[in-house]
T-cell receptor
Framework: EDKVVQSPLSLVVHEGDTVTLNCSYE??????LLWYKQEKKAPTFLFML????IEKKSGRLSSILDKKELFSILNITATQTGDSAIYLC???????????FGEGTQLTVNP | DAGVIQSPRHEVTEMGQEVTLRCKPI?????LFWYRQTMMRGLELLIY????????DSGMPEDRFSAKMPNASFSTLKIQPSEPRDSAVYFC???????????FGPGTRLTVL
């Protein structure tokens, strides 16, 4: 059975701090890893990673995938209170369109 | 485009009642997914469709749950009879092709008393 594990499960930081969120996975036929941000509503897409070692970047957020060690990290620099959310990691397989989600990391950024 | 539309946004019902959740996917997105999110189990895929055909329903918890997609612009998830443990947020998501990101609707928060 596919497995996605995120850590930490929760994190509290102050504005301006840099955070690193972790996602490890066990998937039979890996195709892609996706990061989503969920505030008090639907998950919104952040990144999709398919190749090792290539950093994806969007403003203060960046992510990288290591297919050898089976993990990904999501970095947020100079955090703001608006970054407070649950960050979800999901993995897709080559067979079918199913995404398996991790439990999420609850990030709280205090002013 | 309005994105994925779900209704109702909130539903409160009593145990034993039938519940129908509705989803209108993004036009042209040929994959539709139904998820359930709870604190205990996180986000779980229930079923997904491709071109209106159910492809994988292995996540459907039991026979009380059923889903249909009669056409490309409408899908329903039905629970009959509902139980308190079905209380969760149910999301519908859509994607264009099976390799692209999924766009989520706003969800339906279901409470079964």
């Amino acid at each position: 059975e596919d497995k996605v594990v995120q850590s930490p499960l929760s994190l509290v930081v102050h504005e301006g701090d840099t955070v690193t969120l972790n996602c490890s996975y066990e998937v039979t036929n890996f195709r892609s890893l996706l990061w989503y941000k969920q505030e008090k509503k639907a998950p919104t897409f952040l990144f999709m990673l398919t190749s090792s070692g290539i950093e994806k970047k969007s403003g203060r957020l960046s992510s990288i995938l290591d297919k050898k060690e089976l993990f990904s990290i999501l970095n947020i620099t100079a955090t703001q209170t608006g970054d407070s959310a649950i960050y979800l990691c999901a993995v897709g397989e080559t067979s079918g369109s199913r995404l398996t989600f991790g439990e999420g990391t609850q990030l709280t950024v205090n002013p | 485009d309005a994105g994925v539309i779900q209704s109702p946004r909130h539903e409160v019902t009593e145990m034993g009642q039938e519940v129908t959740l509705r989803c209108k996917p993004i036009s042209g997105h040929d994959y539709l997914f139904w998820y359930r999110q709870t604190m205990m189990r996180g986000l779980e895929l229930l079923i997904y469709f491709n071109n209106n055909v159910p492809i994988d329903d292995s996540g459907m918890p039991e026979d009380r749950f059923s889903a249909k997609m009669p056409n490309a612009s409408f899908s329903t998830l039905k629970i009959q009879p509902s139980e308190p443990r079905d209380s969760a947020v149910y999301f519908c998501a859509a994607s264009q092709g099976d390799r692209s990101r999924q766009f989520f609707g706003p969800g339906t928060r279901l409470t079964v008393l």
